[in-house]
C-alpha cells in the first residue's frame, strides 16, 4: 500500500500520468493497476495539470527582515510554490536565525548567503570590503551544509559603491574555498558595467535579473546580444529572470528570447510588497507571462523544476522521477483575456494564466489559496 496515489493528471506534454507516493518519494510514475491502494487516492479524472514541485530560485523571505521579507509559505506552498530559495536577505551575522525560522515551514527553503556579513539590510552592503568575510562566510556554510546552496552577490552601483568589480573577484575567491558553491551575480545600473561582471563569471554562475531593461543590459542598443554575454553563456553561464520590482522588461525578454536566448530559470524576486501591489504577486504569475513572449508550457514548468533543481545542485527535486522527492505542483490553466505589467509598468496582452490549485511535499498534500477558493477536489 502506498501513501498517495493521484491518478490521471494532465503532464506539460499532455498525456496522462498516475503518481504512487511511499515514505516521502516518488514510487511510482506512470500507469497504475486498478489495483493499487493507498491511505489517500486523488483521482485528477484528466482536468488537472501535474509537474514535478514548482522551484522559485530568487525570492526574499528572512521574515525579520526590515526590508524584503515575506513568509516562506505566503509565497511557498499557498501559491504552488514546493521550494524557495532565499537570494541573499542573510549573510553570516544571521543567517543561523533565518535557518531556526524556515523549520516551522511546510515549503522547503535554502539559502543563497549573502557575501556580506549584513546580508541585503543595509543595501549598500557590497560599498564596504570589510563587510565581506571569508572566514565568517566559510563558518555559516560548515554550520549550515544542506541549507546554503550558493553564493550571493549583488553587483549595482547603489551597492557596490565605489569598489566597481572587486566585490565580484572576491566573491569568486569565496567559492573557490567552499566547493565552487554556485554563486549568483544580481545585476543592475552601472558600474561595474556587464561586461566586467561577464568575463569574471563561470559554468553554474547565475546572472539574475537577466531581462531588466537598465542601460546596463544584456542586449546592445541595436538589441544584439552583449558579446561577453554570448562568451559567458557559451562557458555555461546561466540566465535567471529575478522579476521583482525594478528588474523585468517585456521589451528585452521578447528581443532576446526571439533571439534563441532562453533563461535558464524563471525565478520571482518576490516578497511582501511586489507580492501584494505587484508586479510580481506570484511565481505563478511571473511564469504565466512567459507565454506571452514566446515561451510554451514545458519550457515554463523546464525553467522551474528540472533546469532550477540542476542549477541549484538538488538532484532529488524537479523531476517526475521514480525516487525523487515526492514534491508536486497540480495546476490549471485559464484561458481568458489578461494584461500582464512588467517592472518598467509596460503592459502585455496575454490569453492564459497558469493557476496553481494544490501542491505535495514530501508527499504531504496541501491546497494553495486558488484550489481551497475553487473547491476543485478534496484533499
Known sequence: ??????????????????????????????????????????????????????????????????????????????????????????????????????????????????????????????????????????????????FIVGLKARMSSSVVGKNGIQPLVRAKEIQQENDRLPLMVHIGNNPPNLDEIADLLESGDIITHCFNGKPNRILTPE?????????????????????????????????????????????????????????????????SKFFSVGLTLPQVIDCVTCHAADALRLPQKGRLEAGCDADLTLFDIAHAPQVFVDSQGQSVKGDRILVPLATVVAGEPLLTDEGKSKNVFSL
Not at 516521502?24 to 491511505?39: F, I, M, N
Not at 557575501?115 to 568575510?133: F, H, K, P, Y
Not at 557559451?234 to 528570447?257: C, N
Open 1 to 146: 500500500m502506498y501513501d498517495l496515489i493521484l491518478r490521471q493528471a494532465k503532464d506539460v506534454n499532455g498525456g496522462r500520468v498516475d503518481i504512487a507516493v511511499l515514505d516521502g518519494k516518488l514510487a511510482v510514475v506512470g500507469q497504475l493497476d486498478d489495483s493499487a491502494t493507498a491511505r489517500q487516492v486523488i483521482d485528477l479524472q484528466g482536468k488537472y495539470w501535474l509537474s514535478a514541485g514548482w522551484i522559485d530560485s530568487h525570492v526574499h523571505c528572512y521574515s525579520k527582515s526590515p526590508i524584503y521579507h515575506d513568509e516562506p509559505d505566503l509565497i511557498g506552498v499557498a501559491s504552488g510554490v514546493t521550494t524557495v530559495i532565499d537570494a541573499g536577505s542573510t549573510g553570516a551575522n544571521d543567517v543561523d536565525d533565518f535557518y531556526q525560522l524556515t523549520r516551522q515551514a511546510k515549503t522547503h527553503v535554502f539559502a543563497f548567503l549573502n557575501i556580506a556579513r549584513t546580508g541585503i539590510v543595509t543595501q549598500n552592503e557590497l560599498a564596504d570590503m570589510a563587510q565581506i568575510d571569508k572566514v565568517g562566510v566559510r563558518q555559516a556554510i560548515a554550520s549550515h551544509p544542506g
Open 223 to 287: 538589441g544584439q546580444l552583449r558579446d561577453a554575454i554570448k562568451r559567458a553563456l557559451a562557458r555555461g553561464v546561466l540566465l535567471d529572470v529575478g522579476h521583482g520590482s525594478a528588474s523585468f522588461s517585456f521589451a528585452v525578454a521578447e528581443v532576446a528570447i526571439g533571439q534563441g536566448i532562453i533563461p535558464h530559470t524563471i525565478s520571482s524576486d518576490i516578497y511582501c510588497r511586489n507580492r501584494i501591489n505587484g508586479p510580481v504577486h506570484s511565481l505563478a504569475t511571473v511564469m
